[in-house]
């Protein structure tokens, strides 16, 4: 019996492990975004949507033919995964706060992203009060970081039990910034 306990719990160990690893993301199409000075890969078959306002924006990533994003609106993000340019760095401190609080069961660990320091926040969403939002429950992951004096945030939302942490990770893992305005000849230039 105590064999069997073991087997099972190195089993969900490493099965826990794989799939908090990162996507190998050789195959996967770059989203290279130069209004909002980054560029990430993500999963060939998936599709875009931006919405982008003087600097400032969203980018959802997801697959299928649904909506990813409803500009001009209060209402969550349809995607799987989000990357936004929500403020400026002054502001920094105070979004991190406000995500650790607004999760249920909120977990927060310091991580680098693009050689910077980002802080990762992850939870689930809490009861809904008014107006739109989440449904309660909704698993999410939040990494917070600044460049050229604006925050960064890239989101994963587990929605319609579609968990896609993996191909997140990955995403983050490949995750740049580049200067916002190509240069002459086409490609960006990292700017880590």
Same mark, same amino acid.
């Given at each position: 019996?105590?064999?069997?306990?073991?087997?099972?719990?190195?089993?969900?160990?490493?099965?826990? +492990?794989? +799939?908090?690893?990162?996507?190998?993301?050789?195959?996967?199409?770059?989203?290279?975004?130069?209004?909002?000075?980054?560029?990430?890969?993500?999963?060939?078959?998936?599709?875009?949507?931006?919405?982008?306002?003087?600097?400032?924006?969203?980018? =959802?990533?997801?697959?299928?033919?649904?909506?990813?994003?409803?500009?001009?609106?209060?209402?969550?993000?349809?995607?799987?995964?989000?990357?936004?340019?929500?403020?400026?760095?002054?502001?920094?401190?105070?979004?991190?706060?406000?995500?650790?609080?607004?999760?249920?069961?909120?977990?927060?660990?310091?991580?680098?992203?693009?050689?910077?320091?980002?802080?990762?926040?992850?939870?689930?969403?809490?009861?809904?009060?008014?107006?739109?939002?989440?449904?309660? =429950?909704?698993?999410?992951?939040?990494?917070?970081?600044?460049?050229?004096?604006?925050?960064?945030?890239?989101?994963?939302?587990?929605?319609?039990?579609?968990?896609?942490?993996?191909?997140?990770?990955?995403?983050?893992?490949?995750?740049?910034?580049?200067?916002?305005?190509?240069?002459?000849?086409?490609?960006?230039?990292?700017?880590?």
């Amino acid at each position: 019996m105590g064999v069997l306990i073991i087997a099972v719990l190195i089993g969900g160990l490493l099965w826990a +492990r794989e +799939r908090n690893q990162p996507a190998n993301t050789a195959e996967w199409a770059t989203y290279i975004g130069h209004e909002l000075g980054f560029q990430i890969k993500h999963p060939r078959e998936w599709r875009h949507e931006h919405c982008l306002t003087d600097g400032f924006g969203i980018v =959802g990533f997801g697959e299928g033919e649904e909506q990813l994003l409803i500009c001009n609106s209060d209402a969550p993000p349809l995607s799987y995964v989000n990357v936004a340019v929500v403020g400026l760095a002054s502001d920094y401190d105070t979004l991190v706060k406000n995500l650790s609080e607004g999760l249920e069961d909120s977990k927060r660990e310091d991580i680098l992203v693009a050689g910077q320091n980002a802080v990762k926040i992850s939870g689930e969403t809490p009861e809904p009060g008014e107006g739109p939002g989440l449904p309660e =429950g909704i698993k999410q992951t939040y990494i917070a970081l600044t460049h050229n004096n604006k925050i960064y945030l890239l989101m994963h939302f587990n929605l319609e039990n579609k968990n896609y942490i993996k191909e997140f990770n990955g995403m983050v893992q490949s995750f740049q910034f580049i200067d916002s305005v190509p240069p002459a000849g086409g490609s960006p230039t990292p700017s880590n």
